[in-house]
């Protein structure tokens, strides 16, 4: 989430980061080998950049006759070795953090794969083949130089559930993407120059979990409050100035992440996603919270740092599930008495406020595990 905290919601990439100390998110599944490994192996002499040594690239060719998993991830290579092609039984297939430019009409071959990792190469281009892999499950292609007119060839993909595209310098979203993947759950996008969704989002009936961060959205995309099984909203770092009152009708969202952006106020109606564990608001322009929001029983993790708080934000006494708070730098001067109703309490950040005496309510705090009240004006404990 951001720098200023001592256990931050971690920025959020891919795969197995996590965006807070208790929780990962968008956890991508790996395929387990269920037959005997046979000890045979295949060297393959890979040649790498001119002036570069010769890199070994070792490919398992037999499995009991059979491979499931191939694991060719920051090898320096520049081609998909073809060895891989005559895999006929692969499943998962990790390429991701090499130099790799084309990908060949032979990835057709691979009719059994379902999850591909190309992520951070230097791919250009989609051949119309990749659009023949009907098993594909999950796709990475983020941070590639992709051009986005071949980005339609991913709408072929009808059994897709995850997609990450993250940092492909994307300004719109593909609508035949929209129209066509129905099966959707996990969609990745951050780091792009998106300022809006193309409505036909709302096929993606699925899908449960979208990442829109460090994009340049300065209204909340409406379309999101339209796919009613979402559970997991990023929306970090854009140039949003509201939150929809229609967030209401998210009734399975659990998780919203809408630190740095421009928000002045948030709606009351926010209180109806009566499943909501993590809320980050941080760094944006608010002074007070709704006093709705205390009907949030089952929330365990909020960020409300860097905003300049008139007073200590008292509906989180009734989150007695609350285990994480961040309140640096809100301007704060005391704390509640009702603080000490948290004892579930693991993680507290009061730092940088202007709290000249030591709240004596932390004592009750019988699990807390880490405390940080530096920066404060606080002379003796």
Excluded at 70 to 76: E, G
Excluded at 199 to 218: A, D, H, P, R, S
């Amino acid at each position: 989430m951001v720098d200023t905290f001592k256990n931050p919601f971690l920025e959020r990439t891919k795969s197995p980061c996590f965006k807070t100390s208790a929780l990962a998110l968008e956890h991508f599944t790996v395929s387990v080998i269920a037959e005997e490994i046979d000890e045979s192996e295949d060297i393959i002499n890979e040649y790498i950049v001119d002036e570069e040594p010769r890199e070994e690239v070792v490919v398992p060719v037999q499995i009991t006759d059979r491979i499931f998993f191939v694991d060719l991830a920051n090898k320096k290579l520049t081609t998909i070795p073809w060895q891989v092609f005559d895999l006929e039984d692969l499943e998962e297939l990790h390429l991701e953090r090499n130099m790799i430019e084309i990908i060949p009409g032979s990835i057709c071959q691979l009719t059994n794969v379902k999850v591909l990792y190309l992520n951070k190469n230097n791919i250009e281009d989609l051949c119309c083949e990749l659009g023949e892999l009907k098993c594909l499950q999950s796709l990475d292609l983020s941070n590639n130089p992709l051009s986005h007119d071949s980005l339609n060839i991913i709408s072929k993909l009808r059994a897709l559930c995850q997609l990450r595209l993250y940092d492909i310098n994307l300004d719109e979203f593909p609508v035949e993407i929209c129209k066509h993947l129905h099966h959707l759950k996990l969609l990745g996008l951050s780091t792009n120059n998106l300022t809006c969704l193309p409505k036909e989002i709302v096929n993606m009936t699925k899908l449960t979990e979208i990442y829109l961060k460090g994009n340049k959205f300065e209204n909340f995309p409406s379309e999101l409050c339209h796919l009613y099984n979402l559970e997991i909203i990023d929306l970090e770092k854009n140039d949003l100035n509201s939150i929809p009152e229609e967030i209401c009708s998210l009734e399975s969202l659990a998780q919203f992440f809408i630190a740095y952006n421009n928000l002045t106020f948030v709606p009351d109606t926010l209180s109806k996603c009566s499943k909501l564990s993590i809320l980050d608001v941080s760094s944006n322009h608010l002074h007070k919270l709704p006093r709705s929001l205390k009907e949030l029983t089952e929330m365990k993790e909020f960020g409300l740092s860097g905003n300049e708080l008139a007073s200590f934000p008292r509906q989180i006494r009734r989150w007695r599930s609350l285990i994480v708070v961040y309140l640096k730098n809100c301007a704060l001067r005391m704390v509640h008495p009702s603080l000490a109703k948290l004892t579930n309490m693991m993680i507290l950040d009061l730092s940088e406020n202007l709290l000249e005496e030591f709240p004596r309510e932390i004592c009750a705090m019988e699990n807390l595990e880490v405390l940080s009240l530096d920066d404060n004006q606080i002379t003796e404990v």
